[in-house]
């Protein structure tokens, strides 16, 4: 960490840490919330809800984790993440001109997607997918340093949460909408809906309050990448702090790789997964976000991520469950709600990490790269997740996602010491 951002935290006194009320009243919480839910809403357009509009198609599981390979640019939002740094656009403030562009680049694209034909042509679709991914990873790279930068170091846990909840919430009711209204309006509609619904979040780019920065942008394009590259890798264990963000939730990302798919082998409709699955989705998210923000707070960054590591690890079992006993509610409810309950609580240690090693001044390019790797496992599984799927039967793939899950709780206890020191650090 940089002096500067060292500095700040230790020139208040432990007592001046804000009541969790205040906190969660506060504008800026309530800004962050929202605008993690317009970062949230485009995600599952391109990944649930393209994928059952693929299965309607008659596209195999194979083919279908090819082209969840649409998402690799959230991989490298990092290479641009350097130019929102060091040239914010002249409206609404260092960040939030850059997520109101993106916004309505989102908007567009998904209106785009009501024009195409998956029985025609699956290359338009993916180009459409392509650029949605594209623009969505833009705003996240913008939202992103804007949270980073509007929370105070005892803030993050919560400010990780606001940013959850909206998140999930948004992107599984998009999911749920697009699913409902396919089954029994189209396709069509369902993405002109979509597009209209994302464009509105503008109304709360315009609201959200700005923050109070520190330090000036950097001065040249190359100071917004060698610089922050330099900040970050000179923390103490930085290269294994990376690896640590890479492995803490690959075994979470695995098993939800192939979700829609998944529930529709069981045989589970496009409705009952919209209806059920999306609003259990949604309610234990919220739960999760919530539960995981508070406890941080009391636990710490170490205890945190040990104890909401292991419940995502166990959490996939459930799942391997219902690949074994076929369609069964109980099993389903019990599945969707501790899996997301244990996820989301594992994403706010996730984002609360890598804020801690972002430095306000480059808070965009370091953020997204950080993320980016945290992201790995999520955008780059998709070809051998279906690959399993295909010729080892679902029972499989999850036993899978549980074993790949450990290796990451070995690193958290085996870097305890540094994490548990980045966090008094802040």
Known sequence: MSEATAAAPAEKAPEDKPRLRDVLASPKMLAIMVLGASSGFPNQITESALQAWLKDSGATNTTIGILSYVALPYLFKFVWAPFLDRYPIPLLGRRRGWILIAQFAIAACIGLF??????????????????????????????????????????????AAANNLGYRTAAWVAAAFALICAQ???????????????????????????????QAPPRTLRESVVEPLRELLSTPGSVVLILLIVMFKIGDAFALRLFTPFMMDVGFSKAEIALVLKA?????????AILGGIWMVKLGLLRSMLIFGVLQALSNLLYWLLAVTGKSYPVMVAAVCVDNVAGSMGN?????????????????????????????????????????????????????????????????WVMRERVDALDREQ
């Open 114 to 159: 009501a024009l195409q034909n998956p029985h025609v042509s699956l290359m338009p679709i993916a180009m459409c997918a392509v650029a949605i991914v594209f623009f969505s990873a833009t705003q996240d790279i913008a939202f992103d340093a804007y949270r980073t930068d509007v929370a105070k170091p005892a803030e993050r846990g919560l400010a």
């Open 280 to 288: 259990l989705f949604t309610a234990s998210a919220i739960v999760g």
């Open 184 to 214: 029994y309006f189209g396709w069509r509609l369902a993405f002109l809906i979509l597009a209209g619904v994302m464009a509105a979040f503008a109304i709360a780019t315009w609201r959200a309050p700005e923050p109070e920065y520190r």
């Open 348 to 412: 706010i240690a996730s984002v609360a990490l890598i804020m801690a090693l972002c430095d306000v001044r480059f808070s965009a390019f370091q953020y997204a790269l950080l993320s980016s790797f945290a992201l790995l496992p999520r955008y780059t599984l998709g070809g051998p997740a279906g690959w399993i799927a295909d010729h080892n039967g679902w029972p499989a793939y999850y036993v899978i996602s549980f074993l790949i899950a450990l290796p990451g709780l070995v690193m958290v």
